[in-house]
């Protein structure tokens, strides 16, 4: 089956650095994605990876392996903003995103 | 670039009640739309893929009777909720790619139906 596992929830300090791990099983792969989605709001697109490696947009960084089934995203600097749920999105062979859950985020003073 | 715009962003209307909601790509050409469904602190739900001009495909368990699709052009498809009940109050959520297979889908703003 299909599948994705990400922590439910994480807590970090405003200005600290944050990781978000994601493993994932599907049927086929075609890259993965992070979303980003506030609370009564639609997810909006952070970043895609279809190579292994480290992809830097600003203060966000995805990282993807394709042989561990593993990515994450790393956020910097973080802001009271950057408070939301983050959801980790493989594409399978049909180039359909799978969903989870996601990991909400909260960020303290 | 890459915006979708997703209508009404709010509907509360009685039991019984048919609802349409539209979703267009403003700035770029989609010839294919997803619509899904979101309860609150859950993952998004695929209910059906739509394809510019030809039938949607459905997910299982989402009956096409209830939700009906139309994607008649390559920036609009609608949504159309059929005698909607209160249990059919959700986020509803519209996105829209350009069709080549490693894009990613960018997301409307979303409806939230409440149904009294």
């Known amino acids: 089956g299909q599948n994705i596992d990400q922590p439910t929830e994480m807590t970090a300090t405003e200005g600290a650095i944050v990781q978000i791990n994601c493993t994932y099983q599907t049927s086929g792969f075609n890259g993965l994605f992070w979303y980003q989605q506030h609370a009564g709001e639609a997810p909006t697109f952070l970043s895609y990876n279809v190579l292994d490696g480290l992809e830097e947009k600003g203060r966000f960084s995805s990282f993807l392996s394709r042989s561990k089934g593993y990515s994450y995203l790393l956020l910097k600097e973080l802001q009271m903003k950057d408070s939301a749920s983050y959801l980790c999105?493989?594409?399978?062979?049909?180039?359909?995103?799978?969903w989870g859950a996601g990991t909400k985020l909260i960020i303290k003073p | 670039g890459a915006v979708v715009s997703q209508h009404p962003s709010r509907v509360i209307c009685k039991s019984g009640t048919s609802v349409k909601i539209e979703c267009r790509s403003l700035d770029f050409q989609a010839t294919t739309m997803f619509w899904y469904r979101q309860f609150p602190k859950q993952s998004l739900m695929l209910m059906a893929t739509?394809?510019?001009?030809?039938?949607?495909?459905?997910e299982q368990g989402v009956e096409k009777d209830k939700f009906l699709i139309n994607h008649a052009s390559l920036t609009l498809s609608t949504l159309t909720v059929t005698s909607a009940h209160p249990e059919d109050s959700s986020f509803y959520i519209c996105?829209?790619?350009?069709?080549?297979?490693?894009?990613?889908?960018?997301f409307g703003d979303g409806t939230r139906l409440s149904i009294l």
């Open positions: 996105s829209a790619s350009p069709g080549t297979d490693h894009q990613p889908q960018h």
């Open positions: 999105a493989p594409m399978d062979s049909n180039y359909q995103l799978i």
């Open positions: 739509s394809n510019e001009g030809s039938k949607a495909t459905y």
